[in-house]
T-cell receptor, first 109, second 113 residues
Framework: RKEVEQDPGPFNVPEGATVAFNCTYSNSASQSFFWYRQDCRKEPKLLMSVYSSGNEDGRFTAQLNRASQYISLLIRDSKLSDSATYLCVVRAGNTPLVFGKGTRLSVIA | DGGITQSPKYLFRKEGQNVTLSCEQNLNHDAMYWYRQDPGQGLRLIYYSQIVNDFQKGDIAEGYSVSREKKESFPLTVTSAQKNPTAFYLC????????????FGPGTRLTVL
């Protein structure tokens, strides 16, 4: 079983749409959770950390369900500039981050 | 200007040659990491180092070597033993607190001809 699983997409959505990505992780000892964004041929960049109570940053909302080992990212009012690959990332303690393969989003005008 | 630098951005080598990729950070981060990314694939961990003069193998260490003689530097050598070295190589670093995440350099795109 893969440690972090994501739907690869692509998700093709019109501008202004709301889109949600899901991610599951297999290591129940995972303690830290993040969403990264990676543009084509660029390095991944931290989008947001994911906290147990859920958290919001502008148009982005992240949720964590520890019992189901499930993480989600919701993007509201999609912009063309949101087009990228979104990586779900987890870590147990001080071990290296474990990355999902990413979900590709294309926002269409 | 703080950050992680990788050089060069693009690198071409002939098959059978060893090549060393540079990674430098001035963020005073303790841990440093090397990943490889192939088209349509996720990031795979090659090596990582949590303190100076110490490093551990990641998931795909065969054909690679590293050193960590200074806190700010973590060079990666791609040896001729690496069977398919053409890829996008990413270096990352982070402070030691368990809740901190990693920050990436801009990457080096290696093509072996």
């Amino acid at each position: 079983r893969k440690e972090v699983e994501q739907d690869p997409g692509p998700f093709n959505v019109p501008e202004g749409a709301t889109v949600a990505f899901n991610c599951t992780y297999s290591n129940s000892a995972s303690q830290s959770f993040f969403w990264y964004r990676q543009d084509c041929r660029k390095e991944p960049k931290l989008l947001m950390s994911v906290y147990s109570s859920g958290n919001e940053d502008g148009r982005f909302t992240a949720q964590l369900n520890r019992a189901s080992q499930y993480i989600s990212l919701l993007i509201r009012d999609s912009k063309l500039s949101d087009s990228a690959t979104y990586l779900c990332v987890v870590r147990a303690g001080n071990t290296p981050l474990v990355f999902g393969k990413g979900t590709r989003l294309s926002v269409i005008a | 200007d703080g950050g992680i630098t990788q050089s060069p951005k693009y690198l071409f080598r002939k098959e059978g040659q060893n090549v060393t990729l540079s990674c430098e950070q001035n963020l005073n981060h303790d841990a440093m990491y090397w990943y490889r990314q192939d088209p349509g694939q996720g990031l795979r961990l090659i090596y990582y180092s949590q303190i100076v003069n110490d490093f551990q193998k990641g998931d795909i260490a065969e054909g690679y070597s590293v050193s960590r003689e200074k806190k700010e530097s973590f060079p990666l050598t791609v040896t001729s033993a690496q069977k398919n070295p053409t890829a996008f190589y990413l270096c990352a670093s982070r402070p030691w607190a368990s809740t901190d995440t990693q920050y990436f350099g801009p990457g080096t795109r290696l093509t072996v001809l």
